[in-house]
């Protein structure tokens, strides 16, 4: 992969938030402990995996980074109990099919049972537009998409007081989406040089990305209270799995890649 000189300052500037987001939440869990800040603080700790993970693949190359995520969408499998021969030849053909550059299909045969369908959609077919994005944009999404979830939780507790889906997802607030998509469209008009587009622009692509973020974890908290269930996994002790982790990003993901295709 041809990366920027610009990648590294990106990368620095990102550990460096981690590593005042770290001292923070540490400091506002021992002042003021809840459930808001852990669930913050649990995310601040897969970010330092998925930052350097993903750091890493993009200087080992794009194998490497298709290899991530493969392993990544098998993990996810497993969590949604689904994993059989089947689904895991899928993972390799998914992945196969924008490994050699063409539009990602979702592939969702009609003999897979419902769950496997949305196991499939959701686990593989989400990660997968990933690593088919040039390897800015696919940072400008991360960034943008891991960045709501701060400013979604500070906006909610300090101006929350209208619950915006009471029986999926409690601590998520209507004041606290406006102010994530405020402050996130902003963020993403700031940094606006990791994609192809003026700042305007860059903050409509940061404000459907949250948008496409909320709804996907709208979508996987409402299937953990079906199923009665905290987290999806225990990949991180105490963390959760990877769709925990990785719940804003499975439908922003492909919504970025075609909306880049029709810009």
Not at 113 to 125: C, E, H, N, S, Y
């Amino acid at each position: 992969m041809n990366l920027s000189p610009a990648v590294g300052w990106i990368f620095g500037g990102l550990y460096a938030a981690l590593i005042l987001g770290s001292l923070l939440g540490f400091l506002w869990q021992r002042r003021s402990p809840g459930p808001g800040i852990a669930q913050v603080n649990a995310r601040i700790v897969g970010w330092w995996i998925m930052i350097t993970l993903m750091g890493l693949g993009l200087l080992a190359g794009p194998i490497a980074v298709y290899a991530f995520f493969i392993l990544l969408s098998l993990q996810a499998l497993r969590e949604f109990n689904a994993l059989t021969p089947l689904t895991a030849l899928l993972v390799a053909a998914q992945y196969g099919v924008v490994l050699a550059g063409l539009p990602p299909a979702i592939v969702l045969p009609a003999l897979l049972a419902p769950r496997q369908r949305w196991a499939l959609l959701l686990a593989v077919a989400g990660p997968a537009h990933l690593p088919a994005l040039p390897p800015l944009l696919m940072v400008f999404l991360v960034l943008i998409a891991q960045a709501s979830d701060v400013f979604q939780f500070l906006c909610g507790k300090a101006f929350g007081r209208h619950r915006l889906a009471p029986t999926i997802s409690p601590n998520k607030t209507v004041e606290g989406l406006l102010g994530g998509l405020v402050l996130s469209s902003a963020l993403g008009a700031l940094v606006y040089w990791l994609t192809p587009f003026p700042p305007p622009l860059a903050a409509l692509l940061a404000f459907t990305i949250v948008l496409a973020g909320t709804a996907g974890g709208l979508i996987l908290s409402a299937m953990k209270r079906q199923r009665g269930i905290k987290d999806w996994g225990q990949m991180i002790q105490g963390h959760g799995g990877v769709l925990d982790r990785a719940d804003s990003v499975l439908l922003s993901a492909p919504l970025l890649h075609y909306l880049l295709h029709l810009l």
